[in-house]
Structures are given as structure tokens and as C-alpha cells.
């Protein structure tokens, strides 16, 4: 009899442990919406830290050891296996380019477009600001300077494609796969236009 109780128990003690089990099994969202990006002043802010991060830093662009310089006349770089000796000896190509930045800097293009097609005053959220006046246009300001920030930054470095690889594709909102298999070159006139447009439009703000 009393074995029969331990079993019983044991039996319960099991099902009530896996029942229990199941409820600490949360699905957890850990994606955030288009909107909610849009909608939160310190998403878009971060956004706009996104394009930025693609930007180099520092003089040392080859190796994080050797200046473009060393590519040219101006400078010798002393260490003779850095890539950078590739543009010296002739040996650079399109698929080993010590200074390629194609990927990269189209990649901060994509970036600043999503945030120009997201980020607007009227879509961020800034309930948060309501209580004080000035800093709420001040918030508001800022959302909007980041607009100008982010199409500096989107002809800078299309400069930067320009001046390495001629007439690129001129990209400017978020492509469909579609759209990616007919997007073409422009041509250098058409690149250079814009780049001298963007920058002064943002200039006189």
C-alpha cells in the first residue's frame, strides 16, 4: 500500500513538473517593427550611428599600418609585405584591392537610405518631451539636422566610390530583389551632379 502511494506521488510530482515547465516556456519577440524603429527617438538616433560606423577612421587606411600615401610618391611604407606595396608593384586587381570599399560604403548608402525613409519629426515618438517646450524643439531639431547628416554622409561616400570606381549605381531608397537585378551604373556626370547637388543642398542648412 504504501508503495502504490510512492508511485502515486511520483507520478504527480512528474506531470505537475512538466506542466510547470511548459509555462516558463515563453516566446519572446525580440524583433522591433519598421514603426517602432521609426517611432523611437533612440532608434532612429542609432540609425543614423549606423551609417556613420561605416566611415574609416585614422590615416592608417591599409592594414590599420599604412597610409594611402604609401600608394603614391609622396610616401614609402617601410614594412614591404603590406598590401599597400600592391598598388607600388602593380599587382592590385578587382579581387584583391588593398583599398576596396565597394561593400562597405554601399552598405552605409543602404543604411542611410533606410534612415531618410524612416526617420521623419512627424513619425518619432517624443511624448517623452511633451512636459518641456524647449527641449521638445530642440528634439525635434535634431531629428531633423539628422535627415542633412545622413544625406552628407550618403554623397560622401558615393565621393568615395566615385573617385576609386568611376560612375556606380545611384541608389536612393531601399531596393526590392528586383529592383537589384536591373539597377545599372550611372554615368560619372550624372554621380558627380548629384554628389555637387546633395552637398549643397545640405549645406545651407
Known amino acids: 500500500m504504501k508503495m502504490k502511494k510512492i508511485k502515486y506521488l511520483l507520478v ?23 514603426e517602432q ?3 523611437s527617438f533612440v532608434n532612429v538616433q542609432n540609425l543614423l550611428n549606423g ?7 585614422g590615416f592608417l587606411e591599409i592594414n590599420n599600418e599604412a ?6 610618391d609622396e610616401a614609402e611604407h617601410t ?40 526617420a521623419a519629426p512627424e513619425k518619432v515618438n517624443l511624448d517623452a518631451f511633451k512636459s518641456n517646450p524647449t527641449t521638445l524643439q530642440q528634439k525635434l531639431g535634431e531629428v531633423t ?3 542633412y547628416e545622413a544625406r552628407f554622409l550618403r554623397a560622401y561616400f558615393y565621393f568615395e566610390l566615385v573617385k576609386r570606381y568611376g560612375g556606380v549605381p545611384l541608389i536612393t531608397k531601399t531596393l526590392t530583389e528586383a529592383d537589384i537585378s536591373t539597377t545599372q551604373r550611372n554615368s560619372l556626370e550624372q554621380c558627380i551632379k548629384f554628389i555637387a ?3 549643397d543642398s545640405t549645406a545651407a542648412v
Open 12 to 34: 504527480v510530482l512528474v506531470i505537475a513538473g512538466l506542466f510547470s515547465c511548459n509555462k516558463l516556456d515563453r516566446e519572446l519577440e525580440t524583433d522591433l517593427s519598421q
Open 37 to 39: 524603429i521609426a517611432g
Open 51 to 57: 551609417v556613420y560606423s561605416e566611415s574609416r577612421s
Open 67 to 72: 597610409m594611402m600615401a604609401s600608394a603614391t
Open 79 to 118: 614594412n614591404e609585405v603590406n598590401q599597400v606595396q600592391q598598388f607600388n608593384q602593380g599587382s592590385w586587381n578587382a579581387l584583391s584591392n588593398p583599398a576596396d570599399v565597394w561593400g562597405s560604403y554601399f552598405r552605409a548608402i543602404i543604411r542611410a537610405n533606410f534612415f531618410l525613409e524612416n
Open 145 to 147: 539636422r539628422w535627415r
Open 197 to 199: 547637388d546633395e552637398c
